[in-house]
Every structure is written in C-alpha cells, then in structure tokens.
C-alpha cells in the first residue's frame, strides 16, 4: 500500500486543518489506518486509528475530543480533522496502514504498522 499524506500547514492557536490521506495500491489488505506524529526531538507516537472496515475509532488521550478519524473507502482517503489545534500539536503527521492488526486490541504501536506516507508538517503557533 502507498500513501499520501496532505493537508498540512501553519494555523493559530485554536484553528483547524484537515489532513489528508490516499491511497494506492493493495487498499483492501489494511485493516487499520493511523495517524502518527513527531514533533523535533521526539519519539513518533500515535494520533488516531480507524478500522477501515467498520469505521470504529482509536485515539490518543491528548487528542480526544479535538481530533476525528474517518474514512472513506469509495476513494481510499483516510482524514484527521483537527479542532483547537494547540502549540504542543506542532509535529510532521503520518499517516500508516496495518495489515495485522487485531480488532479490539491496542493499535498505537508503530511496529504492527507496515505502510508509511511521507508525512506532512502541522504547525501551531500561539
């Protein structure tokens, strides 16, 4: 699976984007999409997972309530959209596709991530 991430760019405190997510390829193998980050100097963590088939959600505590996951499989786009958009949510967002993850379990480790987009920069100014 190939990915493209998009959407990203230089809001205020308290803004909004909406990134975005396409992809190519063997779609249909992934059973979760995810959004990464990694801000400067910092370990890449999870944002939010979505189960493509069923919809169902996974998010970080720091971004519940302010971000949505959602998708759309006609058009093999994943979003994250995000509301009161804070500094501390300045990073280079990826998104990632898993082929093994298992419904119900923990979906924030990035080794059952298998597909990678190359990221696009959030920054939140105050």
């Known amino acids: 699976v190939q990915l493209q991430a998009s959407g990203g760019g230089l809001v205020l405190a308290g803004g909004s984007l909406r990134l975005s997510c396409a992809a190519s390829?063997?779609?249909?193998?992934?059973?979760?999409m995810g959004w990464f980050r990694q801000a400067p100097g910092k370990e890449r963590e999870f944002v939010a997972g979505?189960?493509?088939?069923?919809?169902?959600?996974q998010y970080a505590d720091s971004v519940k309530g302010r971000f949505t996951i959602s998708r759309d499989n006609a058009r093999n786009m994943v979003y994250l959209q995000q509301n009161s958009l804070k500094p501390e949510d300045t990073a280079l967002y990826y998104c990632?596709?898993?082929?093994?993850?298992?419904?119900?379990?923990?979906?924030?480790?990035?080794?059952?991530?298998?597909?990678w987009g190359q990221g696009t920069l959030v920054t939140v100014s105050s």
């Open positions: 979505v189960w493509r088939s069923s919809g169902s959600t």
């Open positions: 390829g063997r779609t249909s193998s992934s059973r979760v």
């Open positions: 990632a596709a898993s082929r093994s993850l298992i419904y119900g379990v923990d979906w924030s480790t990035l080794r059952n991530y298998d597909s």
